[in-house]
């Protein structure tokens, strides 16, 4: 990981903003700042994904992240529910199959440049690792829905790195006793090692 300068001291693997030159405009040549992960966005580097499913009461859907041994993945979801249900996070997850891959597209559109790590839906699981994060959502109150998200990076909120090598497992359970719909969208980049 690369180390940043922040007030003189160096900070391994904290990003600090860019200072860019404007390119247009009656800012035209002056310095404005702008975040890691929007420069991101500009270089054809941050990629996005989403998946939409109805649940059945008492089911657990699973997407699996297989991290290229070369990077590690930065990485923000969101997982909106209309019905009560539970997500959680695990590491090192033991798999039979990987499932089906989810394509992922480059947010920058004028660039083709591709992603080394794999994202699956339906990985058949044997065990899901450790347990990193878990939460509630709860689904429907006084007739409006409840959504809950984790690690928006427009929100400036919780940011996952997931370590190069590695697998990771994100479940999620409907536990409403109806039909429930899902929602992830994810939105990351890769950092090399």
């Known amino acids: ?3 940043s300068t922040i007030l003189g001291k ?5 990003k600090p903003l860019n200072l860019i030159a404007a390119p247009i405009g009656e800012d035209k040549g002056i310095l404005i700042a702008d975040t890691y992960v929007r ?8 990629y996005t994904f989403s ?10 859907v699973y997407f699996l992240l297989n991290v ?3 990077f590690d993945v930065h990485i923000a979801y969101k997982i909106n529910s209309d019905k009560e249900s539970t997500i959680a996070v695990y590491e090192n997850p033991d798999v039979s199959t990987n499932g089906t891959e989810v394509s992922s597209f480059n947010k920058n559109r004028n660039y083709s440049d591709t992603y080394n790590s794999v994202f699956y839906v339906g990985p058949s699981v044997n065990t899901e690792g450790d347990l990193l994060f ?12 409840i959504t809950t998200s984790d690690g928006t990076f427009a929100s400036g909120a919780e940011e996952w790195v997931f370590k190069a090598g590695n697998s990771y497992l994100l479940s999620y359970t409907n536990l409403s006793g109806n039909s429930a719909k899902l929602r992830l969208k994810a939105t990351f980049f890769e950092e090399a090692v």
């Open 68 to 70: 290229d041994s070369g």
């Open 134 to 145: 878990d939460d509630d959502i709860f689904g429907e109150a006084n007739g409006r829905t």
């Open 51 to 60: 998946y939409g499913d109805d649940v059945a009461s008492g089911t657990t």
């Open 1 to 3: 990981m690369q180390n």
């Open 10 to 14: 160096p900070q391994k693997g904290i």
């Open 39 to 46: 420069e991101q966005t500009y270089t054809g580097n941050l």
